[in-house]
């Protein structure tokens, strides 16, 4: 049988994804379990984390299992991921080996890796996650690189919880200001499931410099079609938000400037008012709020619209937990 992972949900179908969310909602009304009895993940965390590792961590606890946290270059030894490299630098260990050793040891991994920030073309290919894969005999579980998989999972679960049904909903994935540009990767994963989920979809985004790689655009207009949903791209936003039943908010670099942030600041500067603030939310049809989290309040969205009833950022944080006990189960069932 072939090894199965959970890099994107891209590769799962959609009745496999229908299928988690329901074993997610199940773990939510009764959260104790045994599916990971004697069983093992090592979470590796090469960037900070909160909801990742506390979700992960408590979620293997909860279904008795056991998490291992490690940090390579910190509490863990530095890793090599250059095939044929010398290793004549700060690495200690190749990747080849890291995985493999591991895979020995427990039953999934877990890997949190953030692009460099310097060439696209180099972050886009996922070469880290890539290489857990490549080299790893257990299950991997992408918690975050150039996707979020576990996210979009838990975003999903909160709009169902709250619509029920999301086929052809307004849904706004709206860029937002943050004084640093940020990863692209929550936007792409809500525009890989909102579309994937048969909602119409806008993209909201100062210029055409913020659309997201033409990769994830690809997949949603094919997601799109087959859902029976749309793709739309909006500069406008009054337009974008008028009639909108969900309004997801994320802040992420241009990907034209990749590496050359400085330069990008000005256009980020000039659109501070894409912040999501209670006007806006006016523009929608009783719309709902919601965030991956962390946020920052007053920059990202005013305080009104975060302590509003519209906001499902906290039942969507909670949901990590959920669904990602649901992600581990199913790995760990193919074994």
Known sequence: MTLRHFLNTNDWSRAELDALLQQAARFKQSRLGQQMAGKSIALLFFNPSMRT?????????????????????????????????????????????????????????GVRAFPKFQQWEVDREDLVLKAFAQYSTVPVINLETITHPCQELAHILALQEHFGTLDKKKYVLTW???????????????????????????????????VLDSRYMELAKANAAESGGSLTISHDVETAYTGADVVYAKSWGALPFFGRWEQEKPIREAHRHFMVDEAKMALTNNGVFSHCLPLRRNVKATDGVMDSPACIAIDEAENRLHVQKAVMAALLAQR
């Open 53 to 109: 590792r506390t979700s992960f961590e408590l979620g293997a606890f909860q279904l008795g299992g056991h998490a291992v946290v490690l940090e390579p270059g910190k509490a863990a030894w530095p890793i090599e991921f250059a095939p044929r490299a010398v290793m004549e630098g700060d690495t200690e260990e190749h990747i080849a080996e890291v995985a493999r050793v591991l895979s020995r040891y427990v039953d999934l991994i």
């Open 176 to 210: 937002t200001y943050h004084p640093k540009p940020l990863n692209t990767a929550v936007a792409n994963s809500a525009l890989l499931i909102a579309t994937r989920f048969g909602m119409d979809v806008t993209l909201l985004c100062p210029t055409p410099d913020y």
